[in-house]
């Protein structure tokens, strides 16, 4: 399953409906109610973050992953971003994957290309098969 943020600019939500895989989206109100996840899952998640990186990581995103049960089902992440800001190119990914100890497995600029999908579904595909799951659950 893969569980995504995407905000009001609709760039992951591209990359996601590219996909065409089961996804929950994180609510764009830190307000709103974290959905429950009960089984594994890969984070989709872009960066937003000042020159520095700080700010990175979006707070619906660090909100569910404050939580012990959601982050003990994370199994990856993959992270975009925007190639212009140089070595912090997709660094919400590279933050979340240290911090939860899990591989950071792909990232993508802004809605992904063509290519960005096809590898993706792959690597998924082979990922959930280790995982026991399918691609379509």
Known sequence: MLV?????????????????LPAIRLPIDTAAPTPKIEQPFVLVCPTYADGEGKGAI?????KALNDKQTRSL?????????RNFGE?????????AHKCGVPLLYRFELAGTRNDVLTVRQGLSKLWN????SISE
């Open 4 to 20: 995504y943020y995407s905000s009001a600019s609709g760039n992951t939500q591209r990359f996601i409906q590219q996909l065409g």
């Open 74 to 82: 994370l199994i990856g992440v993959i992270a975009s971003g925007n």
């Open 88 to 96: 912090l190119f997709a660094h919400a990914g590279k933050l979340i």
């Open 130 to 133: 280790y995982h026991g799951q």
């Open 58 to 62: 979006p707070e619906p995103v660090r």
